[in-house]
Nanobody
Framework: VQLQASGGGLVQVGETMRLSCAAS????????MGWFRQAPGKEREFVAA????????YYAEAVKGRFSISRDRAKNTAYLQMNNLKPEDTAVYYC??????????????????WGQGTQVTVSS
């Protein structure tokens, strides 16, 4: 399984950005998928996750109401729509496949395949 994250770049405060995570297999359609981020000097943290059928989504408190995770099963692609971006959202963003109980969806140790990461920089 290969996951390819894309869509990062440099934006201004308050702007929007959409990240994509394309999978080499139908794994996006068959598993929960998640987005994490890692800022310089900090640990990788949970951002959002979505169930295999898209019926349930989960968000970190810091992004709730601003970010939205979705998936297109036909394209084997997951997305992270980011609105009203803030400087503290600056980080490398990673997509990953979740392989554990639902209760562990926010825990990065339960994700087995990871994309290479895409840099998001929010300038003030």
């Amino acid at each position: 399984v290969q996951l390819q994250a894309s869509g990062g770049g440099l934006v201004q405060v308050g702007e929007t950005m959409r990240l994509s995570c394309a999978a080499s297999t139908p794994t996006v359609s068959m598993n929960r998928m998640g987005w994490f981020r890692q800022a310089p000097g900090k640990e990788r943290e949970f951002v959002a996750a979505i169930t295999w059928n898209g019926g349930h989504t989960y968000y970190a408190e810091a992004v709730k109401g601003r970010f939205s995770i979705s998936r297109d099963r036909a394209k084997n692609t997951a997305y992270l729509q980011m609105n009203n971006l803030k400087p503290e959202d600056t980080a490398v963003y990673y997509c990953a496949r979740h392989r554990g109980p639902l209760s562990t969806v926010r825990n990065r140790t339960w994700y087995d395949y990871w994309g290479q990461g895409t840099q998001v920089t929010v300038s003030s």
